[in-house]
């Protein structure tokens, strides 16, 4: 049951259509990227723990490359 809510939140998160932020020295594009998931966020009421696993859905290339390092360290 767990995996089905899951992949329902997925769903529902990529049916906004989230903005994809792809990292490198841009932090006016960073700021933008996050004021909209934080948007897409509050309106589904998204929880603090879902949060983190759907944002990585919308990381690529560079930035994914960090997210996958820095998720690494901190489950270490």
Same mark, same amino acid.
């Given at each position: /049951?767990? $995996? *089905?809510? %899951?992949? @329902? /939140? @997925? ?5 906004? +259509?989230?903005?994809?932020? =792809? *990292?490198?020295? %841009?932090?006016?594009? &960073? !700021?933008?990227?996050?004021? $909209?998931? =934080?948007?897409?966020?509050? &309106?589904? /009421? ?6 983190? @696993? @759907? ?5 690529? %290339?560079? #930035? %994914?490359?960090?997210?996958?390092? #820095? +998720? !690494? /360290?901190?489950? &270490?």
């Amino acid at each position: /049951r767990r $995996g *089905g809510e %899951d992949e @329902l /939140r @997925l769903e529902r998160f990529m049916n906004n +259509k989230p903005p994809i932020f =792809e *990292g490198g020295y %841009d932090p006016e594009g &960073a !700021q933008t990227w996050l004021e $909209g998931i =934080e948007r897409i966020f509050g &309106a589904m /009421r998204c929880l603090d723990e879902h949060r983190v @696993l @759907l944002e990585g859905y919308v990381l690529h %290339d560079e #930035a %994914d490359h960090w997210w996958g390092n #820095a +998720k !690494q /360290r901190l489950e &270490a």
